[in-house]
C-alpha cells in the first residue's frame, strides 16, 4: 500500500538515508519523496550537494525494487550503480526542502536496468540523469 516509509526497502539507514517516502511504483515508473535534513551527510552549508542528489535517485531505485521484491514475499535485494550517464545538476535543495523524485525504466537486460532519474523541487526540475543499476538477487 502506498506511499509508505521507505526504512525496511533500504539498506541504507540514517544519517545516510536519502529517501523518505515511496509514493507510487509500479514495476516501470518509481517515486519518492525526501526532505532535506539539517544533519544529512550529504548537506554541505545547508545545500544538498550532487552527490546527494545522485544519491537520491539511486535510493529511489532501491526503495522501487525493494517494494516489488516485497509485495511478492521475497527478500529485498542489493542493488549498485554500474554508471552514470547526462548528469544534469540545474539546482540544488537546501534544508528544509522537500523533493520529489521520478524514474523511469529505460531498459531492462537481465539484471541491469537503464533507468532514466528526475528530480524536482516544487515542479522545478532541479537535476537529472540516467542510471545503470545492477540488481543482486539473493
Known amino acids: 500500500m502506498l506511499p509508505r516509509d521507505v526504512t525496511d526497502l533500504l539498506p541504507q539507514k540514517k544519517p545516510f538515508k536519502m529517501v523518505d517516502t515511496l509514493v507510487y511504483a509500479d514495476g516501470h515508473r518509481i517515486q519518492t519523496r525526501f526532505t532535506i535534513q539539517g544533519d544529512n551527510v550529504l548537506v554541505d552549508d545547508g545545500i544538498f550537494t550532487e552527490g546527494g542528489m545522485i544519491e537520491n535517485m539511486a535510493q529511489s531505485a532501491a526503495a522501487g525494487t525493494g517494494y516489488f521484491f516485497s509485495s511478492q514475499n521475497k527478500e529485498v535485494p542489493l ?5 552514470l550517464k547526462n548528469v544534469d545538476i540545474r539546482h540544488r535543495a537546501q534544508i528544509g526542502d522537500t523533493i ?5 525504466t529505460l531498459h531492462t537486460i537481465g539484471n541491469a536496468s537503464i533507468v532514466s532519474g528526475k528530480i524536482f523541487f516544487r515542479k522545478e526540475l532541479f537535476a537529472s540523469c540516467e542510471l545503470t543499476i545492477f540488481v543482486q538477487e539473493n
Open 79 to 83: 542493488g549498485y550503480i554500474g554508471a
Open 100 to 104: 520529489e523524485t521520478e524514474l523511469e
